[in-house]
């Protein structure tokens, strides 16, 4: 979906970023329905998931700050 923001519709760059999010309610159902099979299969670490959950969303607020700093350049 971001590629295609930027090379078919020209979206600038740090709107194309701001609409990826969108990418998400496609994402998190597929995440959910492979988590609740590891659930249910016993196979899920839960201290392991918290800590990745920390570092994503640490990371996702981190990254979404640093964009409006970056060059149009080094985005691409």
Same mark, same amino acid.
């Given at each position: 979906? #971001?590629?295609?923001? +930027? !090379?078919?519709?020209?979206? @600038?760059?740090?709107? &194309? +970023?701001?609409?990826? @999010? ?6 998190? @159902?597929? &995440?959910?329905?492979? %988590?609740?099979?590891?659930?249910? %299969?016993? !196979? +899920?670490?839960?201290?392991? #998931? #918290?800590?990745? +959950?920390? /570092?994503?969303?640490? /990371?996702?607020?981190? %990254?979404?700050? !640093?964009?409006?700093?970056? @060059?149009? #350049?080094?985005?691409?």
């Amino acid at each position: 979906m #971001l590629s295609y923001s +930027l !090379f078919k519709v020209s979206v @600038p760059i740090h709107a &194309a +970023l701001a609409t990826s @999010p969108v990418a998400m309610a496609f994402i998190i @159902p597929i &995440a959910l329905g492979g %988590g609740i099979g590891y659930i249910t %299969g016993g !196979f +899920l670490d839960f201290m392991l #998931l #918290l800590q990745v +959950l920390i /570092g994503t969303m640490c /990371g996702a607020y981190i %990254g979404a700050k !640093f964009t409006n700093f970056a @060059p149009e #350049l080094c985005l691409r």
